[in-house]
C-alpha cells in the first residue's frame, strides 16, 4: 500500500511540473533610441520553446516605468492603447513580434518600459529601455557692447537650443584653447522638455584673440554644431582715438583746400590788374606822343 501511495504522489508531482512548466519568453532589444518628434520603437518579440508549436496570446500589457495605467493593453481580444502608442506591427499575433510603437515621441517617452505577456502555454515578461534625443541648432554668437573697443571689457553671448538630453556649450580661441572654465553657462528645460543653452564669456581689455568658436555638445559628448565669431582688427573698427583724429584732420583739409584756392583766386586777380595798369600807362604815353606831333605840324 505504501509503495502504491508513493507512485501515487510522483505521478501528482510530474504532472503539476508539467503544468506551470513555462513554454514561452519575452526577449527584447536592451536599448532603443528616439528622436524628439519623430516615430519610435521600443523592440520585443515573444518566443517559443521546441514543445510549441504556436500559441494563444490572451494578454499584453505595455507600461512605462512609475506609471500604473498601460500605454498599452490587449485582453483576450480587445485592444486599449493610449494615443500615440500600437504595436509595431500589424501581423504581430503571425509574427510574435509585439514590439510598441510610439508615433511622435516626447521627453516623457524617455526612460524604461515593462511588458507582461499571458499565453495559453505559460507567462511571461521582459523590460527595455528608450533613449530620447533631440539635436541643437547651430549657436548663435552676439557681443556686448556690438562694437568691441580694444582698451574696454566685453562679453560674448552663445545660444544654442531645442536639444536633449542636456547638453554643454564650450568656448575656443583660434589656436584651439578652450576658455570654457572663464565662462557662465545656464541650461532651462522648456514646456516641451527640451533644453536651451546659454553661455557668457567676459573678455578683458587687450585681448589678442580676434576669433572665438562656441560649440554645442550633446550629452554624449560629441560635438553637434558650431559657430565662429570673428571680431574686426582694431584698423577697420574706427576706434575712438581713430573717430577723434579723422574729425579734427577732415576740418582741417577742408580749411586747406579752401585757402589754397582762394589764393590762386587772389594770384589771378593781382596778375590781371598789373597788365591792365601797364596797358593803361602805355596808352597814355602813346597820346603824348601823338599830340606832341601834331603841335609840332601846325
Not at 521582459?126 to 539635436?135: D, E, M, N, Q
Request: hydrophobic letters at 35%; glycine letters at 8%; charged letters at 25%.
Amino acid at each position: 500500500m505504501a509503495s502504491i501511495g508513493t507512485f501515487v504522489f510522483l505521478c501528482a508531482a510530474i504532472a503539476v511540473g508539467r503544468s506551470e512548466q513555462n513554454f514561452v519568453k519575452v526577449k527584447c532589444k536592451d536599448a532603443n533610441v528616439g528622436l524628439f518628434g519623430q516615430q519610435s520603437m521600443v523592440e520585443c518579440n515573444l518566443e517559443l520553446s521546441a514543445e510549441v508549436s504556436e500559441v494563444n496570446i490572451r494578454v499584453i500589457d505595455w507600461k512605462r516605468k512609475g506609471e500604473k495605467p498601460p500605454v498599452l493593453l490587449y485582453n483576450k481580444g480587445e485592444k486599449n492603447v493610449t494615443r500615440g502608442y500600437d504595436f509595431a506591427d500589424p501581423s504581430w499575433k503571425n509574427t510574435l513580434n509585439i514590439s510598441l510603437l510610439i508615433t511622435n515621441t516626447t521627453v516623457e517617452d524617455d526612460g524604461e518600459f515593462f511588458l507582461f505577456v499571458s499565453t495559453d502555454s505559460g507567462n511571461c515578461q521582459g523590460s527595455t529601455s528608450l533613449k530620447v534625443k533631440a539635436k541643437y541648432s547651430t549657436p548663435k554668437v552676439h557681443s556686448i557692447p556690438e562694437k568691441i573697443i580694444e582698451d574696454e571689457d566685453s562679453t560674448l553671448i552663445c545660444e544654442s537650443g531645442g536639444g536633449y538630453p542636456e547638453g554643454r556649450l564650450r568656448w575656443f580661441d583660434a589656436d584651439g584653447q578652450e576658455w570654457t572654465a572663464s565662462a557662465t553657462v545656464m541650461a532651462k528645460q522648456t514646456e516641451n522638455g527640451l533644453f536651451e543653452l546659454s553661455s557668457k564669456l567676459s573678455l578683458l581689455r587687450g585681448s589678442t584673440f580676434y576669433t572665438y568658436t562656441c560649440a554645442v555638445f550633446n550629452a554624449s559628448r560629441f560635438k553637434e554644431a558650431e559657430f565662429a565669431f570673428q571680431r574686426l582688427p582694431s584698423e577697420q573698427r574706427g576706434d575712438e582715438k581713430g573717430n577723434k583724429a579723422t574729425k579734427i584732420v577732415a576740418p582741417v583739409v577742408v580749411i586747406g583746400s579752401l585757402t589754397v584756392g582762394l589764393l590762386l583766386v587772389l594770384v589771378l586777380l593781382h596778375r590781371r590788374r598789373a597788365r591792365y595798369n601797364h596797358h593803361e600807362v602805355r596808352r597814355e604815353e602813346f597820346n603824348v606822343e601823338e599830340g606832341g606831333h601834331q603841335l609840332m605840324d601846325n
